[in-house]
């Protein structure tokens, strides 16, 4: 963090106005050194799911690449769009938003691949997306709005309003899981430490208790409940498992830990027709 003092880490409610202004200001600050820790391993146009290295080149959650020419996609918490670079070199139409502003900086710093002009850039909050009903045949968010809010359902609702009846949406979180053991890498990290049903949220907050940085705990069970709320069909839940080939570590999430607990959920949704 580019602060004088570093926050306090703590465990408490968080409102979905704080939780926004908070993810706001964290990314803003912290989009430069995501990008450089992180971006060889994203790629610049390259649509990653988690840190096990899942590609939808090979996964084809969202259809076919041969089927994404011409459909409108929105990317949700797009960061620097590497995801909808991807989808545009396919020949697809897609919308990268993000509520960052530094993070869609960096999008336009890597400007320049196959089927640029087709992107286009949207600095917006995820619980008020600024399309109109019915905007786009595909949607998906890789680890993206959803983690860092406090009303999930409120986003799911707006993500469910602007596809069409039958549109795709496929979202990706850190596996719920997660949330019982101690965010570490090595073996400190495979000993439950936490109750996985407290949704308290775990909050970063400066010296006059503001939060700098939140995040939300939902259960497997919840995020199901979220999605069919929201007026999606739930497809499939892919679990992705650690493959041999990646050697990283991403926070806790690494090698020892990948082939023992899953670090991500992939949630795979149809939007019901009215």
């Not at 719920?176 to 400190?188: K, L, S």
């Not at 439950?192 to 939300?216: I, L, M």
């Not at 806790?252 to 670090?263: C, D, H, K, N």
Request: proline share 7%; with cysteine; hydrophobic share 40%.
């Amino acid at each position: 963090m580019n602060q004088e003092h570093e926050p306090e880490a703590t465990r408490r409610n968080a409102s979905d106005t704080e939780s926004s202004r908070a993810s706001r200001g964290w990314w803003d600050s912290n989009a430069d050194e995501y990008q450089s820790e992180h971006g060889a391993f994203l790629g610049d146009d390259r649509f990653v799911w988690g840190p096990e290295g899942l590609d939808e080149a090979d996964a084809a959650l969202l259809g076919p690449a041969a089927e994404l020419k011409g459909r409108r996609i929105l990317e949700i918490g797009a960061g620097a769009a590497q995801c909808s670079r991807w989808l545009a070199a396919q020949g697809a139409l897609p919308v990268a938003l993000d509520i960052s502003h530094r993070q869609l900086q960096h999008a336009l710093r890597i400007a320049g691949g196959p089927g640029e002009d087709a992107l286009g850039l949207v600095e917006a909050d995820a619980g008020a997306l600024p399309f109109r009903d019915g905007s786009f045949d595909l949607a998906c968010s890789a680890y993206g709005a959803l983690p860092f809010v406090a009303d999930p359902v409120r986003v799911l609702r707006e993500v469910r309003r602007v596809l069409r009846p039958g549109g795709r949406f496929v979202f990706s979180v850190s596996h719920p899981i997660r949330w019982a053991f101690p965010d570490e890498p090595g073996p400190e990290g495979l000993s439950v430490g936490a109750s996985y049903f407290d949704r308290t949220p775990y909050v970063e907050q400066d010296e006059a208790g503001r939060a700098v940085y939140v995040e939300h705990h939902r259960t497997l069970g919840d995020r199901v409940r979220d999605v069919v709320a929201a007026g999606f069909r739930l497809e499939d839940l892919v679990e992705p498992e650690w493959p041999e080939w990646n050697t990283q570590e991403w926070g806790g999430w690494s090698p020892l830990r990948g082939r023992l607990i899953p670090g991500t959920a992939i949630f795979v949704c149809s939007a019901v027709a009215p």
